[in-house]
């Protein structure tokens, strides 16, 4: 079982519906952080939270440090939305992260 | 402008040839860090720097080697290239470990 589990793997909305990728981690944690790959292969972050909420335009992040767990929403897609974000951790022990899979969000005009 | 820059973004190579990929920021970042990207396996980590002559094994050091000198530069060196290490490469990095990280364009490496 890996350490960072994403869900789900693949993601095909409606340009305007709202969006939630899901993020579960089994160690503790410092740090999670919110990453999207475009197509073309660059990396953008998005959000870095060790705690609650972060909010950036129409994406919200949050976290539950108790249950392990993040979700990353995506208000009013936009088919310039479509990209794999992945979720990425930094353990409390040492300073390496840790990533999960991807998640391939494709959203249709 | 704010960026982090490597070098070569693309590389054919054969077994057994000594490379390195530069990666070079301009942010007076402490922390920088080297993954790779493979299909179905993600991001994982190489090897990442807290500072200047400190650093350390992520997930996946073996077959590659790092040096930190100084700040602003961080190369990833691969002494005796081999087929398993074709991949992806980002460099990454960040004001310190627990602070958004900024990553660069990407090398892709192939190993023949």
């Known amino acids: 079982k890996n350490e960072v589990e994403q869900s789900p793997q693949n993601l095909t909305a409606q340009e305007g519906e709202f969006i939630t990728i899901n993020c579960s981690y089994s160690?503790?944690?410092?740090?999670l952080h919110w990453l999207q790959q475009h197509p073309g292969g660059g990396i953008v972050s998005l959000f870095m939270?060790?705690?609650g909420k972060k909010k950036h335009g129409r994406l919200i992040a949050t976290i539950n440090i108790q249950e392990k767990h993040s979700s990353l929403h995506i208000t009013a897609s936009h088919p310039r939305d479509s990209a794999v974000y992945i979720c990425a951790v930094k353990e409390t022990s040492g300073s390496r992260l840790t990533f999960g899979e991807g998640t391939q969000l494709t959203v249709n005009p | 402008e704010a960026q982090v820059t490597q070098n070569p973004r693309y590389l054919i190579t054969v077994t057994g040839k000594k490379l390195t990929v530069t990666c070079s920021q301009n942010m007076n970042h402490e922390y920088m860090s080297w993954y790779r990207q493979d299909p179905g396996l993600g991001l994982r980590q190489i090897y990442y720097s807290m500072n200047v002559e400190v650093t350390d094994k992520g997930d996946v050091p073996e077959g590659y080697k790092v040096s930190r000198k100084e700040k602003r530069n961080f190369p990833l060196i691969l002494e005796s290239p081999s087929p398993n290490q074709t991949s992806l490469y980002f460099c990454a990095s960040s004001r310190m470990a627990l602070y958004e990280q900024y990553f660069g364009p990407g090398t892709r490496l192939t190993v023949t």
């Open positions: 939270l060790s705690s």
């Open positions: 160690v503790g944690i410092s740090a």
